[in-house]
């Protein structure tokens, strides 16, 4: 009896994977893999990433295994966010300190990043108090007390300082309650909200390293031996790879390590140099393919919950692809962030395959939905 209990077990989480997400994930990740394994001789990134794949690719599978319908009870996710809270206040005690950041807790050679997994935890927040106030989400009290749930993590995240993870958590949020149904003139409020705020932090809070970053960002060549190095390098990475790119381990910007973190902040650059242009658009393919499919599973939800889950899933993929490869680029500021199952890191990588096996574990007790009628639950209509 047990040996048909596993074979149904093992049937029941294939039936709720979507294998063409599923596959174009694994191929973006490969090329991350491939990138990082490239350039020297000590291949431990590639290495230690390929261990953090397996474990991921596990807790994918157990994750879409698991009912999440228990996430629904607004105790649970109160709880999860009291502990995600005490988890970054514990950090400003025991983190280790990185690149000047003490945003790590360190256990001898195993790193794990908290601002990672408390992502979910937003998305999980905000699909929870949205699901059920998405035909109020016109009063104004709606957008403040979701705004105040997660700057308390915004804040605890930015005076680690870790920046880059702060700015995902306020478009994380942003993106969320424009999906909700926000009115044209809360709209402009949040925006003039944020433009204060950032005047704020400009005069009281930002370090003079961030304050370059920006200030590069907007005079990009002043300073390239400097501020500017990092985005400076990797412009050259990008613009080098031409058609078709130099050929793997042939990436002289990042092999000779004028490109710096080339396996995590810039990982699209070396991807970029070594493929070329025709390796970038496959590769913007394969993420197309991602988005797509992650709003196709959402948009079937079974309800507003599920259907905000998977929509801020996708916000939360699609900030942090825009940002790194904005930022590798030159069109946006450096400010540290990864790409999606391809930069090196464990905790990131962990927390998206399980974030996706979540998705898969919704699916569970998903009703197919028309388009219109599941947009016309997401505002309220």
């Known amino acids: ?145 979701s705004g105040f749930y997660v700057l308390i993590i915004f804040l605890l995240v930015f005076l680690q300082p870790d920046f880059g993870s702060a700015i995902i958590i306020f478009f994380l949020w942003l993106g969320m309650v424009l999906v909700s149904g926000i009115s044209k003139k809360h709209l402009l409020a949040v925006f003039l909200t944020t433009v204060v705020v950032f005047g704020g932090l400009w005069l009281f809070v930002f370090q003079p390293y961030q304050k370059d970053r920006i200030i590069n960002f907007i005079h990009p060549l002043t300073d390239i031996r400097g501020s500017g190095y990092n985005a400076y390098q990797s412009t050259i990475a990008v613009g080098s790879g031409q058609s078709f790119g130099k050929g793997i381990g042939y990436g002289t910007q990042s092999k000779l390590q004028f490109l710096p973190e080339y396996q995590t902040d810039f990982i699209f650059a070396a991807f970029a140099e070594e493929w070329g242009f025709t390796g970038v658009t496959l590769l913007f393919v394969l993420y197309g393919i991602i988005f797509w499919r992650l709003l196709s599973i959402a948009f079937k939800g079974s309800g507003n919950f599920e259907i905000l889950f998977g929509v801020g899933l996708t916000i939360l993929f699609l900030i942090h692809t825009t940002i790194h490869v904005g930022m590798n680029i030159g069109l946006l500021p450096v400010t540290g962030n990864t790409l999606p199952f391809m930069s090196y890191g464990g905790s990131h990588l962990l927390t998206e395959f399980f974030g996706l096996g979540m998705l898969m574990g919704m699916k569970r007790g998903a009703r197919v939905v028309h388009k219109e009628i599941a947009s016309n639950e997401m505002v309220g209509i």
């Open 1 to 145: 009896m047990s040996s048909v209990f596993i074979k149904n077990s093992i049937k029941s989480i294939f039936k709720n994977i979507d294998w063409m997400l599923f596959g174009s994930v694994i191929l973006v990740t490969f090329a991350g893999l491939v990138t990082m394994n490239s350039f020297m001789d000590n291949s431990r990134f590639f290495e230690r990433q390929t261990v953090w794949l397996a474990i991921s690719i596990l807790a994918f599978f157990i994750a879409s295994w698991i009912d999440w319908g228990f996430l629904k009870n607004t105790r649970i996710i109160i709880t999860l966010f009291i502990l995600s809270v005490g988890l970054l206040l514990l950090l400003f005690i025991l983190g280790s300190v990185f690149k000047g950041a003490q945003s790590w807790f360190s256990f001898g050679t195993f790193s794990f990043q908290p601002a990672d997994p408390i992502k979910l935890v937003v998305i999980l927040l905000l699909s929870k108090y949205f699901s059920r106030r998405h035909i109020e989400i016109a009063n104004i009290r709606h957008i403040l007390v």
